[in-house]
């Protein structure tokens, strides 16, 4: 017996044949369809750098923006503090008015101040001062003493405080008309 193989003879034109070698020209331009343009690469290696670039912007700005939350929470936790504090020092200047010459009570003023310098806490300067609306709250107004313009804190009734370049309690003065 003889063996039968089937052969399978497509048809060719001269149109098709013409297309043909125009088609495998491309193949080899391009390369094969699986590798990337070098283009192509290129185009994707700048956008990952870019998205790189953001991100590490990003993550900056955040750091950032945690860091000086962080600070005003501390600054904020410490004005609190030291609110509560100053009614201790108000008791302790009403303790040397009393007392002067009271070793115990000096040392403890002091003890107080120096700490309020190394928190940084200061006191506001007001007699001999004109009024500050932002600094001082005038209680009263008495007509000026000799020597005294019109608007000059005379007296002070309660002594006010800045935390840095902010506004703990204002002083309680009394001002010359």
């Known amino acids: 017996m003889e063996d039968t193989k089937e052969v399978?003879?497509?048809?060719?034109?001269?149109?098709?044949?013409?297309?043909?070698?125009?088609?495998?020209?491309?193949?080899?331009?391009?390369?094969?369809?699986?590798?990337?343009?070098?283009?192509?690469?290129?185009?994707?290696?700048a956008d990952t750098r870019d998205k790189y670039l953001r991100t590490a912007a990003e993550l900056e700005n955040t750091r950032r923006r945690a860091a000086l939350d962080a600070e005003s929470r501390a600054r904020s936790r410490a004005m609190g503090v030291a609110e509560k504090i100053l009614p201790v020092m108000d008791a302790v200047d009403a303790a040397l008015k009393h007392?002067?010459?009271?070793?115990?009570?000096?040392s403890l003023a002091r003890a107080l101040k120096s700490?309020?310098?190394?928190?940084?806490?200061?006191k506001i300067e007001s007699v001999g001062q004109p009024l500050n609306p932002m600094l001082h709250n005038a209680i009263q107004v008495i007509d000026a003493p000799e020597n005294t313009a019109s608007g000059t804190i005379v007296?002070?009734?309660?002594?006010?405080?800045?935390?840095?370049?902010?506004?703990l309690r204002t002083a309680m003065v009394v001002v010359a008309k």
């Open 99 to 106: 007392s002067p010459e009271d070793e115990g009570i000096m």
């Open 155 to 167: 007296e002070e009734m309660q002594s006010g405080y800045m935390f840095g370049d902010t506004v």
């Open 8 to 45: 399978k003879v497509e048809s060719v034109s001269i149109n098709s044949a013409k297309k043909a070698p125009a088609q495998d020209d491309k193949k080899a331009k391009n390369e094969s369809p699986n590798e990337p343009k070098l283009d192509d690469l290129m185009a994707e290696l």
């Open 115 to 122: 700490s309020f310098d190394e928190i940084g806490i200061t």
